[in-house]
């Protein structure tokens, strides 16, 4: 592959991310005697074709580290060797900072990480990479250079490993699911079969990862605007088993995509995840130590998974209070999804709809006390401020929330008799 001849096939010219007057400095400064010595390369590159938004903006180049650090300080811009033994030098231009890692070979891999040689052969640094739509590089005009032929597959929405595909596998395993969580963002059609079968074949090699990568690859996957093909060819090959460690339901998860599209919802990786592998409390444990969930995520996966059996559209005005008042409107519309798409009622059924819609119509009172305000009241002390504020709030709530002051001193003043007696 070594002197292959990039084949200049498309542009993107013109398009405004391009034209980002800190990009256009920083590959000016580092465009070499060929003036095109450096190039954006991957995710910005694919998701432009794919008419996605562009944010994060890597660069390739040419250049040796030493050559890009000494021509972006001779130019006035900062440049830090945040990875240079991997050819890796941060420019910042403009207050925008962008990665700037010189062409290279892995000579040997582990992992994440690996021995590498530089070089300036633009079809040996794409033959590295995993996915051959990430493996396409735009100069400063917009031109786009295809060492792999990565076009073809991006007008067929084709996600094809690059070269050997047991290969890339095992350079790192997360390739695993970065080729379920790509087809769900950009794929079509039926999953390549050749990279479905290698990933059969290295499903194991997940047990090898880090909890927070499989997480974070987890949460891209399931954040995907359609990702059930996905999920369920995992499901079928028996690789979401061995991630979650626990049962699945695939076609809640269907169902829950459904229910989206009829409500017009965006897509949210933790109601996905609740209803895929949430049936029990005990199910968020699992997925926390899987998955390395943050503790906000854990709780709220936990706390839609203890009562969504409650909810119905059966549910009366003061129950649906009640429930919303005790979970708040994000743990309420999670209950609601998860019962609706384990239980019965079809995607666009008015019922659970308008249940689900709850929270827009009535919003959750705070509790009308504190500690404070019952000590002025001649409450207390110690322990019993707090079992009388208890006893209260569930008067309160029995009582349908009132406001009125008469019937709230009421209320503290019966609390106190029954705490009492």
Partial sequence: MSGAKSRQIATLEGQAWLQDPALHKVLEVLGGESGD???????????????????????ATQLSPREVLAKAGKAGLK???????????????????????????????YGRHAR???????????????FTINALYADLNGKIHDPLGGLPDVAARHV??????????????????????????????????????????GRHGLAQLSAERLGQETRRLLGAGYPMESVAAMADTGIIHELFAGMVYLSALEKLLRIEAALALEPDAMARLAVLGCAVPEDADRLLARLRLSRAEHGRLKAAAAHWRDMTPALGEEARKIEL?????????????????????????????DLFAFPARWKAPQLPWRGADLKRMGIGPGPRVGAVLREAEARWIAAGFPTDKRALDRLVGEAAAAISG
Avoid: Q
């Fill in 325 to 353: 008042y005790r979970g708040a409107e994000e743990v309420f519309r999670d209950r609601v999804l998860m019962s609706w798409s384990k239980r019965g009622g079809g995607a666009g059924d008015a019922g659970w709809a």
């Fill in 116 to 130: 590498v040689a530089f070089t300036h052969d633009w079809a040996e640094d794409a033959a590295r990479r995993d």
């Fill in 160 to 201: 094809r490993f690059i070269g050997d595909a047991d290969a890339r596998i095992s350079e790192d395993y997360l390739r695993v699911l970065r080729f379920f969580r790509l087809h769900a963002e950009y794929g079509a059609g039926a999953l390549d079969p050749a990279g479905l079968a290698a990933c059969i074949r």
């Fill in 37 to 59: 010595a450096t190039r954006v390369v991957g995710g910005a590159v694919r998701n432009a074709l794919f008419a996605r938004p562009v944010r994060d903006i890597d660069l």
């Fill in 79 to 109: 440049a830090v060797p945040t990875g240079i033994d991997h050819g890796t030098v941060t420019v910042i231009a403009n207050g925008r900072p962008f990665e700037v890692t010189t062409l290279r070979l892995d000579i040997e891999t």
